[in-house]
Every structure is written in structure tokens, then in C-alpha cells.
């Protein structure tokens, strides 16, 4: 049977230099095929990365149990094992106060204070990742997702394959969702997601389609107050924008992208018989859209 297992660190009590112990771990059972694992990161850094390790879940931290508050719940669900970890770390300065230091300009000290959290690559993950403050890294090369949801706060988040090797299944939605903070996709060819949702509140996100998708990709953006930057693919790949704006807005077209109707936009790639085309649907209150050309 699959567990939860806590670690208490042994040595040091000061955190800048413990040593790094594993926190949790959720082992394997044959009756899971599958897992839902909701992780909220309410503050600090937290880092996520495969594994060849068959558990479920593994995270490592520099921090002792004491210095963080935690809840943990699982069960089976059917097949699917459903894990639900929420993380927070302590801090002097409540977290209202910290986002209105983050809105006005008045930097954090940075913490040094993290948690490393390794998921297997042989069992397929259906993630809802939430972060509030701080900073998130999530690699996804090679792990099986079959649907992902990411929304932050005002946290910095970044994603990306780094060892260039793709999702193994085809992902059904890739959401991702940004309040104050930052969102940065890297290769999102490699999701191999049908749909991709992108919510914009305030803050700022970047989406790079560099390169061709491997599967057909449909876009469905939101922008209120934020800002929004598209990083096209090679000029070959068809690509067609359909942009609903208001007076209060900006949109920065790529040279690109030509007008074919009201407020469509196509790329000479492009045509009504397109299959393989990447297509955008988007919607823009306040903020601003940007459409960058892929630098050859």
C-alpha cells in the first residue's frame, strides 16, 4: 500500500544549513493507474522534476518539519489515486502584507528556504498546482500528464522540458493562470496538448511556440489588466489569431500576421484547409497581447 512518510531532520536546526532530508514520499500500489495530486505552495520555492524512482511522490527539503505548517489527505478514488499536499512556510509577515509589498515595488528579502518535489515517469499525473508567494521551477521532460492546471498568485513560475523530451501521452488541457505574479512557458510543443488556456489577471506571462506543435494546438487566451507575449513558431507552420479587444487595450501584431477578416489575423502558411494549423482565440480587456517572430 502506497503511504505518506515524514522525516524529521537530524543535525542542524538552523535551516540555511541543514542538510537535505526527504519530507514526504507517497509509494506505489498496483491498484493505482493513475494520480490526481493537488500541491498548493502558499509560499517559498518549490521545485519539481521526474524521477525513475517508482514512488508517486518524493520531496525533499532544507527546512525541519517544525519550520513549516503542512496538510496531507489521500485516497483511491476507483484507479485513480488522489494526493492533496499543501505547503506553507513560515513567515514573521503575513501574506497580505507581502503581496501589498510586491504591489508597490518593496522587495522581499529572498528566501533560501525550499522544497524539491520528484514525480515518477511511469505513471500517467493529472496535476493542479497552485503557488501563492515565491518562486516555482517545473521541469515536465518526460513525465506522462494527462491534464495540468497551474495558477499563481503573485509568484514567479517557469516551466519548461529541459532534456528536450516530450510529454508521453497527449495532454488533454494545459491551463495556466497568473494573477500579480510571472508565468513563463518554455517549449510548449513538447506538452503535446490539444488545448491550451492561458488567464491573465494583472500580472505577466510568456508562451513560446517556437517550435512546431506536435499535436494540433488551439490557444484560448484572456487578458485583463496583464500583459500577454506569444512566441511564434517558423514561418511555415499556419498560424491564424482571432483577437476580441476593447478601446482601453494593445495588441502588438508580428509582421507576420495579416488581416483576413474582423479581427482575424493569418500567417501566409495559413490557409481555410490548414489541418495542422496553431490556432488563438483571444480576449483582451485592459492589458496588452504581443506576438513575437521566431529569430532564425
Same mark, same amino acid.
Given at each position: 500500500?502506497?503511504?505518506?512518510?515524514?522525516?524529521?531532520? *537530524?543535525?542542524?536546526?538552523?535551516?540555511?544549513?541543514?542538510?537535505?532530508?526527504?519530507?514526504?514520499?507517497?509509494?506505489?500500489?498496483?491498484?493505482?493507474?493513475?494520480?490526481?495530486?493537488?500541491?498548493?505552495?502558499?509560499?517559498?520555492?518549490?521545485?519539481?522534476?521526474?524521477?525513475?524512482?517508482?514512488?508517486?511522490?518524493?520531496?525533499?527539503?532544507?527546512?525541519?518539519?517544525?519550520?513549516?505548517?503542512?496538510?496531507?489527505?489521500?485516497?483511491?478514488?476507483?484507479?485513480?489515486?488522489?494526493?492533496?499536499?499543501?505547503?506553507?512556510?513560515? /513567515?514573521?509577515?503575513?501574506?497580505?502584507?507581502?503581496?501589498?509589498?510586491?504591489?508597490?515595488?518593496?522587495?522581499?528579502?529572498?528566501?533560501?528556504?525550499?522544497?524539491?518535489?520528484?514525480?515518477?515517469?511511469?505513471?500517467?499525473?493529472?496535476?493542479?498546482?497552485?503557488?501563492?508567494?515565491?518562486?516555482?521551477?517545473?521541469?515536465?521532460?518526460?513525465?506522462?500528464?494527462?491534464?495540468?492546471?497551474?495558477?499563481?498568485?503573485?509568484?514567479?513560475?517557469?516551466?519548461?522540458?529541459?532534456?528536450?523530451?516530450?510529454?508521453?501521452?497527449?495532454?488533454?488541457?494545459?491551463?495556466?493562470?497568473?494573477?500579480?505574479?510571472?508565468?513563463?512557458?518554455?517549449?510548449?510543443?513538447?506538452?503535446?496538448?490539444?488545448?491550451?488556456?492561458?488567464?491573465?489577471?494583472?500580472?505577466?506571462?510568456?508562451?513560446?511556440?517556437?517550435?512546431?506543435?506536435?499535436?494540433?494546438?488551439?490557444?484560448?487566451?484572456?487578458?485583463?489588466?496583464?500583459?500577454?507575449?506569444?512566441?511564434?513558431?517558423?514561418?511555415? *507552420?499556419?498560424?491564424?489569431?482571432?483577437?476580441?479587444?476593447?478601446?482601453?487595450?494593445?495588441?502588438?501584431? /508580428?509582421?507576420?500576421?495579416?488581416?483576413?477578416?474582423?479581427?482575424?489575423?493569418?500567417?501566409?502558411?495559413?490557409?481555410?484547409? /490548414?489541418?495542422?494549423?496553431?490556432?488563438?482565440?483571444?480576449?483582451?480587456?485592459?492589458?496588452?497581447? *504581443?506576438?513575437?517572430?521566431?529569430?532564425?
Amino acid at each position: 500500500m502506497w503511504r505518506l512518510i515524514a522525516l524529521a531532520f *537530524v543535525g542542524s536546526s538552523v535551516a540555511v544549513n541543514a542538510q537535505i532530508k526527504k519530507q514526504f514520499s507517497v509509494e506505489n500500489s498496483s491498484q493505482c493507474a493513475q494520480v490526481y495530486l493537488k500541491l498548493s505552495a502558499k509560499t517559498g520555492n518549490c521545485f519539481i522534476r521526474p524521477s525513475q524512482n517508482q514512488d508517486l511522490l518524493n520531496i525533499y527539503s532544507n527546512q525541519n518539519l517544525e519550520e513549516y505548517t503542512h496538510s496531507f489527505s489521500n485516497e483511491m478514488q476507483g484507479t485513480t489515486c488522489a494526493v492533496q499536499l499543501s505547503l506553507e512556510q513560515d /513567515s514573521k509577515r503575513g501574506v497580505s502584507q507581502q503581496i501589498s509589498y510586491k504591489m508597490f515595488g518593496r522587495e522581499e528579502v529572498p528566501s533560501d528556504k525550499f522544497w524539491k518535489v520528484y514525480l515518477t515517469e511511469t505513471t500517467p499525473y493529472t496535476l493542479d498546482l497552485d503557488y501563492g508567494l515565491g518562486n516555482a521551477n517545473i521541469d515536465l521532460s518526460g513525465l506522462t500528464v494527462q491534464k495540468l492546471r497551474i495558477n499563481t498568485a503573485s509568484a514567479d513560475v517557469n516551466i519548461n522540458y529541459s532534456t528536450g523530451v516530450q510529454n508521453k501521452v497527449d495532454m488533454d488541457t494545459f491551463f495556466v493562470k497568473v494573477d500579480m505574479g510571472s508565468l513563463n512557458v518554455r517549449q510548449l510543443n513538447l506538452a503535446r496538448s490539444k488545448v491550451v488556456v492561458a488567464d491573465v489577471g494583472f500580472g505577466n506571462m510568456f508562451l513560446d511556440f517556437s517550435s512546431r506543435p506536435t499535436v494540433n494546438n488551439r490557444v484560448i487566451g484572456s487578458v485583463g489588466a496583464g500583459n500577454l507575449v506569444i512566441q511564434l513558431p517558423d514561418a511555415e *507552420v499556419p498560424v491564424v489569431v482571432t483577437i476580441t479587444d476593447s478601446w482601453l487595450c494593445s495588441t502588438n501584431l /508580428s509582421k507576420s500576421l495579416n488581416k483576413i477578416g474582423p479581427n482575424k489575423y493569418a500567417n501566409a502558411a495559413y490557409t481555410k484547409n /490548414s489541418k495542422d494549423a496553431l490556432v488563438f482565440d483571444l480576449n483582451v480587456s485592459m492589458g496588452k497581447i *504581443v506576438f513575437r517572430e521566431k529569430l532564425n
